[in-house]
């Protein structure tokens, strides 16, 4: 089994667009879109095995060595700074990390003039580091749930999130302010896999860019 690429993927749209991008490579892996509760499939005939695992656990199977290859959203290493190499944009799931507050309160807020704020996020470490890369005190209160709610329960004034559309933002009073990072889907690499399984991973990177 040494042999084999492991792979870990995070369920839901990530998932589609990963097996419809490894399939132009020869990558056959559609049985993970099957309605199944297994986490863990194997291809012997191409030495291949999948994990499914949660979004923010691909790059901590990645750094241990479970996995050798992992797909996931830019936001998740931006937050966790794992000790992995990402090689590649996939170029789908794109959104903005974004601060948002209340339109009310955007009317006379200049986000220039910020010194000390307080922010509700799934993203603590990453905003934290922002802000205060801008010398910007902030207080930060994690959620990891519905945070369009903070603001307009007083639980924050402003929020840190992704957002795609701005729908949500729009229904719940919310205006974005200001774009922190744009953020699309990763390869990443476990480095001493990179080493171990050079060639094979290499193929397999450079296949993916060429259709990325």
């Known amino acids: 089994m040494t042999d ?20 132009k490579i020869g990558i056959d892996c559609e049985e993970l879109l099957s309605d199944t509760r297994k986490l863990i499939f194997e291809n012997p005939a191409q030495r291949m095995r999948y994990m499914i695992v949660r979004a923010t656990d691909v790059p901590t199977y990645v750094e241990y060595g479970c996995a050798d290859l992992g797909i996931v ?3 998740t290493l931006l937050e966790q700074e794992k000790d992995v190499y990402e090689p590649l944009d996939l170029k789908f799931g794109y959104c903005r990390m974004m601060v948002a507050e209340p339109a009310e309160l955007s009317r006379d807020d ?24 801008k010398g910007v005190q902030v207080e930060i209160i994690k959620l990891y749930g519905s945070i369009e709610l903070a603001p307009l329960v ?9 957002v795609s559309t701005g729908e949500t933002l729009k229904q719940n009073g919310l205006v974005e302010v200001e774009t922190i990072a744009e953020i699309t889907t990763r390869l990443i690499v476990n480095r001493a896999s990179l ?3 050079y060639e094979r991973i290499t193929a397999i990177i450079e296949g993916l860019e060429k259709h990325v």
């Not at 084999?4 to 399939?23: E, W």
């Not at 799934?122 to 580091?129: M, Q, S, V, W």
């Not at 007083?154 to 992704?162: C, K, P, Q």
């Open 4 to 23: 084999y690429i492991t792979i870990a993927i995070p369920k839901g749209r990530i998932l589609q667009d990963s097996v419809a991008l490894f399939k």
């Open 73 to 75: 959203g830019k936001d």
């Open 110 to 133: 200049d986000p220039a003039g910020w010194t000390n704020i307080r922010i509700a996020t799934k993203y603590p470490n990453f905003t934290e580091k922002y802000f205060t890369g």
């Open 195 to 197: 080493k171990t399984k």
């Open 154 to 162: 007083g639980l924050s004034e402003r929020i840190v999130d992704l």
